[in-house]
């Protein structure tokens, strides 16, 4: 099981697309939550260009494209880039460096 930092870029004129279509793209991570593979996830900041990270745990980036692909957001092209990067984690819940510590 592999950990994978998923950024989202939005486009100004998609905020009206966005905003129709929250409702979905939030029960779809909602379950990603529920089901384990959605760690944590928020948009940027309100000084930040509008966008999001998502950090999913699965067994590959292929299947974390293939997730990810099913976002509303994603299939009503209101993401107009999306990078998906593994993530080596070193420090923070379930790492070796935890163990380490206690």
């Not at 944590?40 to 000084?47: D, T």
């Not at 976002?71 to 420090?91: A, T």
């Amino acid at each position: 099981m592999g950990t994978f930092a998923v950024t989202y870029a939005y486009s100004a004129a998609s905020t009206a697309g966005r905003d129709e279509h929250r409702p979905r793209h939030v029960d779809f991570l909602q379950k990603q939550f529920d089901d384990g593979r959605l760690v944590k996830s928020g948009p940027f900041g309100p000084e930040e260009d509008p966008g999001a990270l998502l950090i999913i745990e699965a067994d590959s980036k292929a299947g974390v494209e293939a997730l990810m692909d099913q976002d509303p957001f994603y299939r009503n092209g209101l993401v107009e880039k999306r990078s998906i990067r593994q993530w080596n984690v070193v420090f923070g819940a379930n790492t070796g460096a935890d163990t380490a510590r206690n």
